[in-house]
T-cell receptor, first 115, second 114 residues
Framework: AQKVTQAQTEISVVEKEDVTLDCVYETRDTTYYLFWYKQPPSGELVFLIRRNSFDEQNEISGRYSWNFQKSTSSFNFTITASQVVDSAVYFCALSEENRDDKIIFGKGTRLHILP | GAVVSQHPSWVICKSGTSVKIECRSLDFQATTMFWYRQFPKQSLMLMATSNEGSKATYEQGVEKDKFLINHASLTLSTLTVTSAHPEDSSFYIC??????????FGPGTRLTVT
């Protein structure tokens, strides 16, 4: 079964605080890809990152960082020094190479950054 | 990066009519495109896989006779919602693979059925 769980439905933090969005996935495949997308109120998905299952290195991009841990099947996303513009819905997603490259999304975490 | 467009960006139609949504890959060829549906405050649900030159593959629970998909060229896939009802009102998003294992999403089409 292929499944992505984002247990946090909604999070509110005050601007400049750090916030971590959790993502736990399930897959039987050894080759798979994990993604994070941002969906602002406009609705258009913004690609943030793609990570393949063989690359467990953590990644940092500006205020964004990702922690991939295969041992716990987690791919968490941290925003450092949050800003109001970070307010959006964030989706974690998974695709498996032998499943026709379909991307399956988690339910999303709605993030509110309060000024 | 690659660009995927959708047309129209929003549409309002009356119950019982059909609506066609276009998804185009603007600067690359896409043999495979995907159609998603997103209800308000919910996640994206994969509806179907659109394959150029062949029949679409629908996910379980998606009515293929209601949601007609045509992938007539390497840059265009269309989704037609037939005999639309208010419960079909949703945000429809398409995506396309570039072949370099990068998938790009369109901006979405908001459908309202009155």
């Amino acid at each position: 079964a292929q499944k992505v769980t984002q247990a946090q439905t909604e999070i509110s933090v005050v601007e400049k605080e750090d916030v971590t969005l959790d993502c736990v996935y399930e897959t039987r495949d050894t080759t798979y890809y994990l993604f994070w997308y941002k969906q602002p109120p406009s609705g258009e998905l913004v690609f943030l990152i793609r990570r393949n299952s063989f690359d467990e290195q953590n990644e940092i991009s500006g205020r964004y960082s990702w922690n991939f841990q295969k041992s716990t099947s987690s791919f968490n996303f941290t925003i450092t020094a949050s800003q109001v513009v970070d307010s959006a819905v964030y989706f974690c997603a998974l695709s498996e190479e032998n499943r026709d490259d379909k991307i399956i999304f988690g339910k999303g975490t709605r993030l509110h950054i309060l000024p | 990066g690659a660009v995927v467009s959708q047309h129209p960006s929003w549409v309002i139609c009356k119950s019982g009519t059909s609506v066609k949504i276009e998804c185009r890959s603007l600067d690359f060829q896409a043999t495979t495109m995907f159609w998603y549906r997103q209800f308000p405050k919910q996640s994206l649900m994969l509806m179907a896989t659109s394959n150029e030159g062949s029949k679409a593959t629908y996910e379980q629970g998606v009515e293929k006779d209601k949601f007609l998909i045509n992938h007539a060229s390497l840059t265009l896939s269309t989704l037609t919602v037939t005999s639309a009802h208010p419960e079909d009102s949703s945000f429809y998003i398409c995506s396309a693979w570039t072949g370099a294992y990068e998938q790009y999403f369109g901006p979405g089409t908001r459908l309202t059925v009155t």
